[in-house]
């Protein structure tokens, strides 16, 4: 009876054991090792931070680190570059968290949606989340029917999304229909992050102590097993962060257009239109990139046919007007709703500038062409001269500083010294008279 309480009690025990190193193992995976990139995600959320996440996922994967962590300041930014965004996070095989931070920093409209995104999600002291509600490319509110139908939008992509993070679903919702931002220790209350980090060293020393799902199993590590590694961006991000700027696109296309226009108007003059041409190939390709409206980019090159027309064209100022009303137009037009759009004063000052410019060269190139040429012996006629000497039955003359064969309709001569006009060219011959 003893042996059989022994042999019991030794079973208990074991199925304990067992029970207890499997629940570790289906919960929780102790690294040796824990292989974090971390990536600085700063300024208006556009194109080139889509190229940026996704090369640093890229990265991540190639050299085998663990997880992204996104280091986040943000005031929001474009629709379209949020929601690739947020499809990148959601899909990443490599797991995504983000620290907003450092105290200061905030995760404002755009950067809502991205913090509710991602696997993990911590926020510094002092810092601020929310204001996610949609409004147009300059700012202000939308109109009420486009209103309802983009907010309700963005309402259901943020509740998918926090029901997926097992986030405050409620908060997010209203963070977008109401435009409300809250503080990091309101945010932690309110579970619409996971915790409160000083530094992205405490942000990963408390990670480790909760755990994070790595390959589907939960791996949890102490901060001595954390190796960090920085992404850094390089000179094409860089380039491409100036280039995709609305407002940098926007005077590579007119600046391309004005000198391919000088060119056409000048031929020959080699180095307006070489610049022109690199400024119109960079600005189509940043207009390729982000978010364009086709009507503006075709009004824009309207206005430049329009000028150039007006050279060749006497239309009294009609081309032209209907040029700067075109260019005007499509400025206006050139990038859809939710683009940080161009104000109207750079708009009108720019416009104004290059028509005036345009104007310019118009009036010149139409002066010239209304003016008689300076080339040739056509421009000799009527000019003053003297005769110099008679040689081999023919006078010589001066005129304009020149040596020229002279003769007279009748053939007779002048005495050297004498002022002669001339009246006429004949092949290389000066036809004048005497100069009465």
């Known amino acids: 009876m003893h042996g059989l309480k022994k042999r019991s009690g030794f079973i208990y025990c074991l199925i304990i054991t067992v029970v207890f190193l499997s629940c570790i193992v289906s919960d929780s995976v ?3 090792q824990i292989n974090v990139l971390l990536l600085e995600l700063e300024g208006g959320i556009s194109p080139v931070q889509v190229h940026l996440l996704e090369d640093g996922l890229g990265r991540a994967g190639d050299d085998d680190h663990d997880l992204l962590l996104l280091r ?22 490599v797991p995504v968290c983000v620290w907003v931070g450092p105290e200061g920093a905030h995760a404002a409209s755009a950067g809502t949606f991205i913090t509710a995104a991602a696997q993990v999600a911590a926020m510094a002291p002092g810092t601020s989340i929310g204001a996610a509600s949609p409004v147009s490319s300059s700012g202000e509110e939308l109109p009420e029917t486009m209103s ?8 259901s992509l943020i509740k998918g999304i926090a029901r997926k993070r097992g986030r405050n679903i409620e908060w997010y919702a209203m963070s977008v229909q109401d ?8 945010a932690v209350t309110l579970n619409i992050v996971n915790f409160m980090a000083l530094s992205v060293n405490d942000f990963l020393e408390q990670l480790g102590a909760r755990g994070v799902l790595i390959d589907g ?63 119109l190939v960079t600005g189509l390709y940043a207009m390729s990139i982000l978010p364009t409206n086709a009507a503006g980019l075709l009004l824009l090159m309207l206005g430049a046919v329009l000028f150039i027309l007006e050279i060749f064209i006497v239309s ?22 939710g683009t940080p759009g161009i104000p ?5 000052g720019t416009v104004l500038t290059f028509s005036v410019f345009a104007g310019i060269i118009i009036y010149l190139v139409t002066k010239a062409q209304l003016s008689k040429s300076g080339v040739g012996l056509e421009s000799m006629i009527g000019l003053e001269g003297e005769v110099l000497e008679l040689r081999e039955g023919r006078m010589k003359v001066r005129v304009r ?10 053939k007779t001569f002048f005495d050297s010294g004498t002022a002669v006009k001339v009246v006429q060219a004949r092949g290389l011959n000066l036809i004048v008279v005497k100069k009465s």
């Open 30 to 32: 102790f690294a040796r």
């Open 344 to 348: 109207l004063g750079t708009i009108l």
């Open 72 to 93: 986040l300041d943000t005031p929001g930014g474009l629709g379209t570059s949020m929601r690739e965004m947020v499809k990148i996070i959601m899909n990443s095989k």
């Open 401 to 410: 500083g020149e040596i020229w064969n002279a003769e007279t309709e009748d």
């Open 179 to 186: 435009g409300i931002s809250v503080d990091a220790q309101d």
């Open 316 to 337: 009294y100022g009609l081309l032209s007007l209907g040029a700067v009303i075109s260019l005007f137009i499509g400025s206006l037009v050139l990038f859809r709703e």
């Open 217 to 279: 199993q939960r791996v949890k590590f102490s901060k001595s097993e954390v190796v960090v590694s920085k992404f850094e961006p390089g000179f094409r991000y860089d380039v491409l962060s100036w280039l995709l700027d609305p407002q940098v696109a926007y005077f590579l296309l007119l600046g391309g257009v004005l000198g391919v226009f000088f060119e056409l108007s000048h031929p020959g003059t080699i180095l307006p239109g070489v610049i022109g041409t690199f400024c």
């Open 148 to 155: 309802k139908k983009v907010t309700g939008d963005m309402v």
